[in-house]
């Protein structure tokens, strides 16, 4: 079984650039996760979504951060202008449905903003 | 607020080793503990998991001890082994019932086995 497919896994912008990333998750899984994950820390949940709908998007700072997960599968998460405190792996993860807690990560995104 | 507290930062053991990990939360709600094993350049694996209905569980090498009146819970890893390098973050989240599946991790600890 293929597990989460993120893409690209590195990025390297300027400040005030735009950056998007693609997330693909486990087949069959209806619940995606972004979270951001800063050097020598935990990740962070930016946003959940279950299917189409985001259902958590609290921590997703709304002036620069946008996600979408429009069929209900894959999920772009964009970020519009960038800023240097950006600077951190962007971790997509998956699960089954909301009677499944078990959450699998895709490897992540490594972005730079310089 | 940091709802779960993870210690030590590092740690260093030899192969064959016990390593312990401590984490500590404070949201009596959380059901459902997971730890996670992080490699560089990887997303984290979910390693092993338990409830607060069990004291511990066992898988192999690892073992998850459950306290739910103290509010803590640890990971043990017997006959540590230099592959088991890694960092390993503890969380904490409602897995059942409720709606809010939101992962809260600890800080993580850097494992280092030498051989």
């Known amino acids: 079984e293929a597990g989460v497919v993120q893409s690209p896994r590195y990025k390297i912008i300027e400040k005030k650039q735009p950056v998007a990333f693609w997330c693909n998750p486990i087949?069959?899984?209806?619940?995606l996760y972004w979270y951001r994950q800063n050097l020598g820390q935990g990740p962070e949940l930016l946003i959940r979504y279950e299917n189409e709908e985001a259902v958590d998007d609290s921590q997703l700072p709304k002036d620069r951060f946008s996600a979408e997960r429009l069929k209900g599968v894959d999920s772009t998460l964009k970020i519009q202008p960038a800023e240097l405190g950006d600077s951190a792996v962007y971790l997509c993860?998956?699960?089954?449905?909301?009677?499944?807690?078990?959450?699998?990560f895709g490897p992540g995104t490594r972005l730079t903003v310089t | 607020q940091q709802q779960v507290k993870q210690s030590p930062q590092s740690l260093i053991v030899q192969k064959g080793g016990i390593s312990i990990i401590n984490c500590a939360y404070e949201n009596t709600a959380f059901d459902y503990f997971p730890w996670y094993q992080q490699f560089p350049g990887k997303g984290p694996a979910l390693l092993i998991a338990?409830?607060?209905?069990?004291s511990e569980k066992k898988e192999g090498r690892f073992t998850i001890s459950f306290n739910k009146s103290a509010k803590q819970f640890s990971l043990h890893i017997m006959d540590s082994q230099p592959g088991d390098s890694a960092t390993y973050f503890c969380a904490a989240t409602r897995g059942s019932g409720g709606s809010n599946y939101k992962l809260t991790f600890g800080k993580g600890t850097l494992l280092t086995v030498n051989p």
């Open positions: 993860a998956s699960s089954l449905g909301p009677a499944g807690a078990e959450q699998y």
């Open positions: 087949s069959g899984h209806n619940t």
């Open positions: 338990i409830r607060p209905d069990v």
